[in-house]
């Protein structure tokens, strides 16, 4: 049965919904938006207490130690600044809601064309997408939880350093559970937000590029086939191609912010890890090594996800206006 074009990635908002990352007045995702405020809180928390206590004038004295606490600090700062700014963009009236409002019409103006968009193929691929990101966060949050069961050897600033030197100093005023807790919960939001956050942006994609897909596939058609009876239409076509580039600037404008934050703060991580990669002779560590390079793949393909995706949307509008002419 087919899906209603604005309910195809109900799954992927769930999943959003479930680990905090969107709330709001979108259709069937809840209204309270407590978790995504906690969530948030969390995030600065986190941020905060890296800036504040990550610090140590001894280790930091080390370039390598140095570079890689900034890498890290950059990168809750990518994920923290993406993560509120989905937030402000669920609880705006021309946010995410607003966004779907115009799904809902584009489908109805596909309708009226008797163009056909596979939903339910759609909605399946989006599910298989979704399920590898799941399977992605459940190796993060297993590396993590190895690390914290070795006593976070692997971790530059909430490691065996930060144990030692700032929860074993203030203990006497600052509860060694408490900071233990608050720093293992924040750095596990900030995993599963590092790859949902984008996970978000990869399913409007598909949602749009399947959409063109079916216009440029309509089109061709008509021009081919039916050319009298396409001039007829050829208005109604218009309407529905400006709708559909009104789609692609509905999700730049809400995405712009969150994707330079990603791939600016993604090419800055890569280039540090890539630095301190050349320090592998001085790191006695075999895992240290592999979690850079780890770190290099992922921060490659994230930087390169939004390249990409902005380069086969480009392809298929321009297929469209060579149709036209």
Known sequence: DAVPLEEVDNNVRYSLMLVGVISGSQRQIVQHKQLCYAVNVLHTVNLLMCLILGWDDEDDAKLQVLIVKVAFILWYCEVTAGTITIYIKCHTSTGFPNLYQKLSAIEHRFQALSIQVATSSLKRRITAALSLTWIFWAVNIAIKIYDYATLHQQDPIFGEDFQRRTVGNYSSSLSKNSVQSIAATSTMVVLTHWIFTPSYYFTLFMIIKALFAAYNDSLAQQVTKNRDRFLSK???????HLDLCGLIREVNRLFSVIAGLYMGFSVLI?????????????????????????????ELVMAFLFVIIGQIL????????????
């Open 234 to 240: 050829i208005e109604r076509y218009r309407h529905l």
């Open 270 to 298: 890569l280039l540090l890890v890539l630095y301190i990669e050349s320090y592998h002779q001085q790191i006695k560590s075999d895992t240290l090594i592999g979690i850079y390079f780890y770190w290099i793949i992922w």
């Open 314 to 325: 480009a392809t298929e509008v321009c297929k469209t206006f060579i149709f036209q002419l």
